[in-house]
Structure formats: structure tokens, C-alpha cells
């Protein structure tokens, strides 16, 4: 049975539930009388067909169908959902709210995105209160999961539990605040910090840039997959959440901060922390959450790293300033790193993807050498790989050390074969074998190099080809 979510009110928010909704399958039906919504809701959607899909290993469902309509009658017609994402104003809620269940499925459920207003305020005056609950969520809805899922005594438990079941079967963590409070939950925190940093700037002692800095280069990292108390469970070592907040709790009356009006640490409330915190994570060790905490880091950084931003950046900047001159003498090192964490598959060892990634980093760095980097690559002219073949010989596991040394066994016209042998010390791990052909990135046809690259890649052939052969150039998988 098709599935079906009406979005009232189309902009950022409106546009991001839009898109996650029509991504997982259902058809979505939008109201919003601003002539602009098609344009703004449709770049919503194809950033999230950009990027959403790929948060996925399995196949997507077939995208659903988005509809405009001039009237709310239209637009809730057969709804099961219907998100309300207009403007912050409790007259204008009242006023849709109204609209809305005149013409709605008195089954359909109505999330308010509000960040600010309690639920038992928007039902306030309604003629089916139970209908109206807060569902807020965080931009870009269409990536991030949550979604605060606020409730009130008016909510029958099947509203409830069928707000939680829809959330849930889109990709979303219902995050179910069974006692209303202004703002919610997660806004609350962001006002604290947002505070904080207003007086920092005005009281001249940061810029935005360096307090987003002090964010995005440290405990932002933390919260991103761990967040606020399970990370200070780890700060308390082997005592405990009990021993960081002796240690720590007392800095909550010193005047570091604008926002002085802190809870008095009783045992009641030490108590209940610990034990909240025992339940949250005490099945881990510490050195069993320290691991946890790294394996994400490493993830999460070399994922910016990628992208040449925040941590990434820096990561990157240290590595150019890390590199050491290549010997062109002889065999080249190519690849000289040891394997990260995320590298390893659930044998314990290398993933077969990443020997791949390791050659084509080799060959990358070849290209580089030879002349063909990233200005003459943006002038028009590159390599493409036409052929691959590689041998796994031995195992490699996180932490290892690899070196790959690589050979030129071809380069003369448009074409170029380069062998690499990957090792661990004296150990050979793994060989790849691989034809590259010279292109126009104009045309995207086989080309000549340019005459520079053409004249370093046959000097390094030359050199190399008074090598001995090494063993297993040319064989086909399974034949020895």
C-alpha cells in the first residue's frame, strides 16, 4: 500500500523532511503558498539524492512521488504523516493545526517541528488534541537522525507508538521526552553554547572562527559518537562517573561562565547520574570505551580528511609536512603508511578494497612524479587505468607498517604498465599489476602524454627495465 506524508510549510526543515520521506519510499504531498517552494524543495532533494543513498550498503526503495497542491484539503488527502514546518508563530500553528484536521485522516499524525514550543501548547484549543505531538528535528533532516518525539497525556499510545514506528521506519532515532520543557532537549544544550559564545565575542576574548575551532577540532569530535556523559565517563578512568564528577563537579561554582545557576551536587544526584551511567555504558570497560571512542575518531576524522575540512585539513597539512623525499634511483616508494583502523574487514585483516586503494595511491603519487599532477591534470590530459591484476600473498593488520615499491615496466606512447609489490618489512603482503592508458579529459579518448611527461616516464622505464622481471607479471587469476 503506497505510503503517504504531507509536508506543510517548504522551507529548509520542510524541504529536508520532504526529501527523507520521498527517499524512503513514500509519496509526499506539500502545501506552501510561497510561489518559490517547487524551486527550494527540489534543490533540497537533489542534495539529498546526492548524499543520502550513500549512508546505505543495501539498496534504497524506489523514490516515492512529490506532489505540490494550492489547498491543505489536497495536500492531506490519504495521509498517514503530516509534518508541520511553518513558522514559529503559536497563531499560525493554531490556524494550519485547525485547517489540517478539518480535512485530515483522523488517523494521520501530525509532527510539529517546532524547536521551541511544548506540545500541550500546540494542542491547546484543538478538536483532537491526541492527533498533535512535537516531532523536532535536526538540518539536514534528510542525514541527521534525530528527531525529538515530545508528548503529553493527551497522546493515546498508539500515536505515540506510531510516531516512533514511522520515525523509525525512515531512518530516524525517535528521541521520546515523556515530560514537556521548553525548547525540548538538544536546543537547550545549543542555546547554552550559543550564550556562552555570544559573551566570549563580546567580551573580546575569541572570534567565531576560533570558537568554532575549539568545536570542530576537539570536543566536538567527542559528542559527534559519543556525547556529553559517556564521554566524561571515560575522563573519570577506572573509577568512574563517580570520581569525574568529585573531580570535575566543583568547577561548576567558579566563574567560568555567564550560566551560574547549576543544580547543588547532592549524593541523591551523584547517585542517580552513576547509576544512569553504569546503565549506559557500564557493560564496556574503560579501555574497552577508550577503543570504541578511537575506532570512531579515526572514522570519523578520516572522513574529513577526505574532504579536506575541519580536523581533516589538518591532518592533511601534517601530512605534507610528514612526507620524505622519494628516491628515484631504483625501485620507487610509492606508498610508505601504516594501515588504519577502518581498514580491516571482519577477518581481522587488510580489506581486499583497501590493497586496491593502496595501489591506486601508489600510482597516483607515480603519475605525480612523472609530471602528471593536479595543474597538468586540470589542464586537460590524465591517465586512466585500463587493467588491473593483484595478488594477495600474506595478511596485513591495523597497525602494520606497509611500504609500496613501485616499477615501471611499459611507458612509451599512451601507454604506461607499472608493477607494485606491497610489504611489511622484508614480507611481501601483495603485488598489483596494472595498464594505464594517457587521455583527453576533453574528448575522454586515448591521447599522447605531453612531451615532459612522455620524456620522464621512458628515463624511468629505461632505468627500471635492467631489473630482473619480477615474478608474476602477467598471470591470470588461478594459474600459476
Known amino acids: 500500500m503506497t505510503k503517504i506524508a504531507a509536508i506543510i510549510g517548504g522551507g529548509v526543515i520542510g524541504g529536508g523532511w520532504a526529501a527523507r520521506f520521498l527517499l524512503m519510499g513514500w509519496d509526499v504531498q506539500v502545501f506552501d503558498p510561497d510561489p518559490e517552494a517547487e524551486r527550494k524543495i527540489s534543490e533540497v532533494l537533489a542534495n539529498a539524492r546526492r548524499s543520502l543513498p550513500g549512508l546505505s550498503d543495501v539498496a534504497m526503495p524506489a523514490e516515492g512521488k512529490l506532489t505540490f497542491h494550492a489547498e491543505i484539503k489536497d495536500a492531506v488527502a490519504g495521509t498517514s504523516w503530516i509534518q508541520e514546518s511553518v513558522p514559529e508563530r503559536l497563531e499560525i500553528k493554531h490556524k494550519v493545526y485547525a485547517g489540517l484536521q478539518e480535512h485530515a485522516p483522523a488517523s494521520a499524525i501530525i509532527g510539529s517541528s517546532t524547536s521551541g514550543f511544548k506540545p500541550s501548547e500546540l494542542q491547546e484549543g484543538m478538536a483532537n488534541p491526541g492527533q498533535i505531538v512535537v516531532t523536532h528535528p535536526f538540518n539536514p533532516v534528510y542525514l541527521l537522525p534525530l528527531a525529538e518525539l515530545v508528548t503529553t497525556e493527551a497522546n493515546p499510545a498508539e500515536v505515540v507508538d506510531g510516531a516512533k514506528e514511522i520515525l523509525t521506519s525512515i531512518g530516524m532515532h525517535p528521541l521520546h521526552l515523556k515530560k514537556e520543557i521548553d525548547a525540548h532537549i538538544a536546543d537547550r544544550f545549543l542555546e547554552a553554547v550559543w550564550r556562552e559564545a555570544l559573551w566570549l565575542v563580546k567580551d573580546g576574548i575569541a572570534t567565531t572562527e576560533e570558537i568554532d575551532d575549539a568545536i570542530r577540532y576537539g570536543f566536538g569530535l567527542r559528542w559527534g559518537q559519543m556525547g556529553l556523559f559517556e564521554t566524561y565517563r571515560i ?51 574503560i579501555r574497552e570505551l577508550e577503543r570504541i571512542r578511537d575506532n570512531n575518531l579515526v572514522g570519523m576524522m578520516r572522513a574529513l580528511k577526505a574532504q579536506d575540512y575541519g580536523a581533516g585539513a589538518l591532518l592533511n597539512a601534517q601530512d605534507k609536512r610528514m612526507a620524505q623525499p622519494i628516491d628515484m634511483s ?52 590524465s591517465y586512466f587505468t585500463a587493467e588491473t591484476h593483484i595478488r594477495h ?13 613501485t616499477r615501471c615496466l611499459l611507458g612509451e606512447g599512451k601507454k604506461m604498465h607499472l608493477w607494485h609489490e606491497m610489504y611489511e618489512g622484508d614480507r611481501l603482503l601483495a603485488t598489483g599489476e596494472h595498464m594505464l592508458i594517457h587521455v583527453s579529459l576533453e574528448t575522454r579518448r586515448a591521447s599522447e602524454p605531453a612531451v615532459h611527461i612522455a620524456a620522464t616516464l621512458g628515463r624511468i622505464a629505461e632505468g627500471h627495465a635492467t631489473l630482473p622481471m619480477p615474478e608474476g607479471v602477467g598471470k591470470a587469476v588461478g594459474k600459476k
Open 393 to 405: 600473498l600474506d595478511e596485513a593488520h591495523a597497525g602494520a607498517q606497509i611500504e609500496v615499491r
Open 330 to 381: 631504483g625501485l620507487i616508494t610509492t606508498v610508505s603508511r601504516v594501515v588504519p583502523l577502518d581498514w580491516t574487514d571482519y577477518n581481522g585483516h587488510m580489506n581486499e578494497a583497501r590493497y586496491l586503494q593502496a595501489f591506486g595511491d601508489a600510482t597516483d603519487k607515480f603519475m605525480e612524479l612523472i609530471g602528471c599532477d593536479a595543474e597538468y591534470i586540470s589542464s586537460g590530459g
Open 235 to 285: 575522563a573519570g578512568g577506572e573509577a568512574g562517573m563517580k570520581h569525574f564528577i568529585a573531580q570535575f563537579g566543583p568547577c561548576l561554582q567558579w566563574p567560568w561562565t555567564k550560566l551560574m545557576d547549576v543544580p547543588e551536587l547532592t549524593d541523591e544526584l551523584i547517585n542517580m547520574i552513576a547509576d544512569q551511567s553504569d546503565a549506559q555504558s557500564g557493560h564496556h570497560s
